[in-house]
């Protein structure tokens, strides 16, 4: 198809850092897995962490799809338009989230990274989608910015779980339980 001819390097380049990131997430958490946790650790993972795989993974489907031999745009269009709409609603269970988790108390950041520019991604993901029916190449450039948005707010919000757990958990005094 004529319309996604010049973008395979793109795809190859940011499915492959979609899989790779989600590689290292898995090794993150193995090495953190020994360090001290906090009351509430477990729905602050639900609301931090797993979101990033799901970033990653969206990136990395996005990417799959989009490199696939499509001999039209309409196939592509509906299941890019239905993981856009289904990232919304899974960013909105993401804010439920990060309301109802008592580990941490999100700030300004929190909230930009994990769910303003995410949905913002989405939203434009799904409009992309819908757009590229009538007019396919101007909104691959919606679809590319989506992927990237993805990729760069879970690259973000990874680093920021790391540094938190390096710099805040470990940093914390161990509880000394005497117990007989």
Request: charged share 10%.
């Amino acid at each position: 198809m004529t319309e996604l001819a010049g973008w395979e390097n793109f795809y190859v380049i940011v499915g492959s850092s979609a899989g790779a990131l989600i590689g290292l997430q898995f090794v993150v958490m193995a090495l953190i897995a020994s360090l001290p946790r906090a009351p509430g650790s477990a729905q602050a993972g639900a609301a931090f962490a797993t979101p990033n795989i799901v970033h990653f993974g969206c990136a990395l489907l996005l990417s799959a799809v989009l490199c696939a031999p499509w001999h039209g745009i309409g196939g592509p269009a509906i299941l890019l338009g239905l993981l856009g709409l289904n990232g919304v609603a899974y960013e909105i269970i993401v804010a439920r989230c990060m309301q109802k988790q008592t580990a941490y108390r999100p700030e300004f950041e929190d909230w930009l990274f994990h769910i303003l520019l995410p949905c913002a991604a989405y939203v434009v993901l799904a409009v992309s989608a819908y757009a590229s029916l009538a007019h396919a190449s101007q909104a691959l450039f919606g679809v590319a910015a989506a992927a990237l948005l993805l990729l760069f707010a879970g690259i973000h919000n990874a680093w920021d779980a790391v540094t938190y757990h390096i710099f805040v958990v470990s940093s914390r005094p161990p509880k000394t339980d005497e117990r007989p």
